[in-house]
Nanobody, 123 residues
C-alpha cells in the first residue's frame, strides 16, 4: 500500500497558475504509474493526467491538454501537476493516485488515493 499526500492547492484568479505536489510513501513509488484526478461539486471524479513509472509517457484529459503538465521525481517519491492558464471550470478537489501498473491504461487501474487538495479559480 502507498500513502499519498497532496499539497499546493489554493485560490487563484482565472489565467493564473498553481503547482500541485503529491508526496508518496510506502510501496516502491518508482515502479508504478501515477495520476491526478479531480472532482467538482455535484460532479463525478474525472481523470486529469497520468504519467508512467519512468516519466516517459504522459496522458492528459482533453480539457487540460496544453495547459497542465504532469511530472515526477522518483528520487523524491513525488509527482507534480503544473497548472497554467487556469479557468473557473478547473475548480475542484484534486486527488493524487497510484496505479497498480507501470503505465496508464484506464482510470480503474488506480487503487491508492490521497485526501485531495482544493483548487478554486475565480473569474
Amino acid at each position: 500500500q502507498v500513502q499519498l499526500v497532496e499539497s499546493g492547492g489554493g485560490l487563484v484568479q482565472a489565467g493564473g497558475s498553481l503547482r500541485l505536489s503529491c508526496a508518496a510513501s510506502g510501496r516502491t513509488f518508482s515502479r508504478y504509474a501515477m495520476g491526478w484526478f479531480r472532482q467538482a461539486p455535484g460532479k463525478e471524479r474525472e481523470f486529469v493526467a497520468a504519467i508512467s513509472w519512468s516519466g516517459g509517457n504522459t496522458y492528459y484529459a482533453d480539457s487540460v491538454k496544453g495547459r497542465f503538465t504532469i511530472s515526477r521525481d522518483n528520487a523524491k517519491n513525488a509527482v507534480y501537476l503544473q497548472m497554467n492558464t487556469l479557468k473557473p471550470e478547473d475548480t475542484a478537489v484534486y486527488y493524487c493516485a497510484a496505479s497498480y501498473y507501470r503505465d496508464y491504461f484506464e482510470s480503474a487501474d488506480f487503487g491508492s488515493w490521497g485526501q485531495g487538495t482544493q483548487v478554486t479559480v475565480s473569474s
